[in-house]
């Protein structure tokens, strides 16, 4: 069976929907729409994953087995598994 690599974020979303008393509305942006126009022609969500793309990339400016050992372990995951000794 082959995952998705964000499949433990969404089964958490899926997970907190359930428990929520009202409905919440999940908008995909589309990735790199900055490549054809500046940041204030884009959507105001797009502008969001532009801010957090950047956040990201500070994160990924330390080693990456900090990176590893950050990662967390969500309230819905039952199991998690580590490769190559990384996790």
């Given at each position: 069976?082959?995952?998705?690599s964000n499949m433990d974020v969404l089964l958490e979303i899926q997970n907190v929907k359930k428990k929520l008393k009202t409905s919440i509305e999940i908008?995909?942006?589309?990735?790199?729409?900055?490549?054809?126009?500046?940041?204030?022609?884009?959507?105001?969500?797009?502008?969001?994953?532009?801010?957090?793309?950047?956040?990201?990339?500070?994160?990924?400016?330390?080693?990456?087995?900090?990176?590893?050992?950050?990662?967390?372990?969500?309230?819905?995951?039952?199991?998690?598994?580590?490769?190559?000794?990384?996790?």
């Amino acid at each position: 069976m082959v995952m998705k690599s964000n499949m433990d974020v969404l089964l958490e979303i899926q997970n907190v929907k359930k428990k929520l008393k009202t409905s919440i509305e999940i908008i995909h942006v589309k990735a790199h729409q900055d490549d054809t126009r500046t940041i204030a022609e884009l959507s105001i969500p797009a502008q969001l994953n532009m801010s957090m793309d950047k956040l990201a990339e500070k994160q990924y400016s330390k080693p990456i087995s900090e990176h590893y050992r950050k990662m967390p372990h969500l309230p819905t995951q039952q199991v998690s598994f580590s490769t190559c000794g990384i996790g």
